[in-house]
C-alpha cells in the first residue's frame, strides 16, 4: 500500500480558497488513481474529485466549477485547489489512493490507502 500524508487545511472565510496537499509515498505514485474525500461531522465520507493515471478528473456536482485536483508525479503529490469556499464545505478532507485498474472510481470503497484527514473550516 501507498502512504499518505494530507497538509494544507485550515479556516477561511467564505469565498476565500485553500490548497490542500498530499505526498505520497511507498509505491509507483503515476500508478495510482489519487482522490480526495471529506467527511462532516455526522454525516458520511464523500467523494469529492479523483485524478486517474490518464489524467482524467471526476468532480462532485457540489464543488464543480470551484474545486481543481491536480497531481505532480515526480513530487508524488497530489493537490485539491478550493476557491468560492462555502460554510456547507467544512469538513475532514482526506486524501485516497488505490491502484488504477482502469474503472471509475469514486466509492469509498474503490479506495485502499487513506492519509489522516486535515480539517477545513468555513466561516460564514
Known amino acids: 500500500q501507498v502512504q499518505l500524508v494530507e497538509s494544507g487545511g485550515g479556516l477561511v472565510q467564505a469565498g476565500g480558497s485553500l490548497r490542500l496537499s498530499c505526498e505520497a509515498s511507498?509505491?509507483?505514485?503515476?500508478?495510482?488513481?489519487m482522490g480526495w474525500f471529506r467527511q462532516a461531522p455526522g454525516k458520511e465520507r464523500e467523494f469529492v474529485a479523483r485524478s486517474s493515471r490518464n489524467g482524467n478528473t471526476k468532480y462532485a456536482d457540489s464543488v464543480k466549477g470551484r474545486f481543481t485536483i491536480s497531481r505532480d508525479n515526480a513530487k508524488s503529490t497530489v493537490y485539491l485547489q478550493m476557491n468560492s469556499l462555502k460554510p456547507e464545505d467544512t469538513a475532514v478532507y482526506y486524501c485516497?489512493?488505490?491502484?488504477?485498474?482502469?474503472?471509475?472510481?469514486?466509492?469509498?470503497?474503490?479506495?485502499?490507502?487513506w492519509g489522516q484527514g486535515t480539517q477545513v473550516t468555513v466561516s460564514s
Open positions: 511507498g509505491r509507483t505514485f503515476s500508478d495510482y488513481v
Open positions: 485516497a489512493a488505490r491502484w488504477d485498474l482502469g474503472g471509475d472510481y469514486y466509492s469509498v470503497r474503490d479506495f485502499a490507502s
